[in-house]
């Protein structure tokens, strides 16, 4: 089998972003596991508002075409506001069902305070499974982020619990990240008392 290609995509536009220091360990962890990976850097990138009267603009089709490659994808995002980030939503706007559909995802979000990520986390995958995707249930959420990373990008000595989540999700999208949905007709309904 191939080895598996994660793409993380990056939903934070700030300088020196943690969300982007705590997908660096996702995607070493994907890379020690077998992977090959790709972050997607939203700041690099030129994605307007989307509208779907120009669903082509920009630099919406290198985008596509990236996430496109993907075997499994990791959506990263600052908390803001008890959401997730608008270019994140404006990135995948820009991408479907084509770059979604039977792919396994993992979901990681970062905020500033000490634990404001659960609602941000539960919409990420409703997102991605009104995409057909195959959301991970290992997630990560990191609050006080300020707290949890050092200049280098490194978590802090408290972190290890943290840390061993954050690489926990970069082995298992990796591990999952060849999974076959089962196709709508092969579904077996159970019938109760028809055991």
């Given at each position: 089998?191939?080895?598996?290609?994660?793409?993380?995509?990056?939903?934070?536009?700030?300088?020196?972003?943690?969300?982007?220091?705590?997908?660096?360990?996702?995607?070493?962890?994907a890379k020690a596991a077998g992977a090959?990976?790709?972050?997607?850097?939203?700041?690099?990138?030129?994605?307007?508002?989307?509208?779907?009267?120009?669903?082509?603009?920009?630099?919406?089709?290198?985008?596509?075409?990236?996430?496109?490659?993907?075997?499994?994808?990791?959506?990263?995002?600052?908390?803001?506001?008890?959401?997730?980030?608008?270019?994140?939503?404006?990135?995948?706007d820009y991408c479907g069902f084509d770059?979604?559909?039977?792919?396994t995802v993992g979901l990681l979000a970062?905020?500033?305070?000490?634990?404001?990520?659960?609602?941000?986390?539960?919409?990420?995958?409703?997102?991605?499974?009104?995409?057909?995707?195959?959301?991970?249930?290992?997630?990560?959420?990191?609050?006080?982020?300020?707290?949890?990373?050092?200049?280098?990008?490194?978590?802090?000595?408290?972190?290890?619990?943290?840390?061993?989540?954050?690489?926990?999700?970069?082995?298992?999208?990796?591990?999952?990240?060849?999974?076959?949905?089962?196709?709508?007709?092969?579904?077996?309904?159970?019938?109760?008392?028809?055991?």
């Open positions: 089998m191939a080895r598996p290609h994660v793409v993380a995509l990056c939903g934070s536009l700030r300088a020196g972003s943690y969300t982007k220091m705590a997908l660096q360990h996702v995607l070493e962890a090959t990976t790709d972050c997607i850097d939203l700041r690099t990138l030129e994605l307007p508002v989307f509208d779907a009267d120009s669903q082509d603009a920009g630099d919406a089709d290198r985008l596509r075409q990236r996430v496109d490659a993907a075997d499994a994808i990791i959506l990263g995002t600052p908390v803001y506001h008890g959401s997730y980030a608008s270019p994140l939503k404006t990135a995948i770059e979604f559909e039977g792919k970062v905020s500033g305070g000490p634990s404001s990520y659960p609602d941000t986390l539960a919409q990420l995958r409703l997102v991605a499974q009104s995409l057909h995707a195959w959301v991970l249930p290992q997630q990560v959420g990191i609050g006080a982020a300020s707290e949890v990373f050092d200049e280098t990008g490194a978590f802090t000595e408290p972190n290890h619990d943290l840390a061993r989540r954050t690489r926990t999700l970069g082995s298992e999208i990796v591990s999952y990240a060849h999974i076959v949905p089962i196709e709508e007709d092969a579904h077996v309904v159970a019938v109760r008392g028809d055991a």
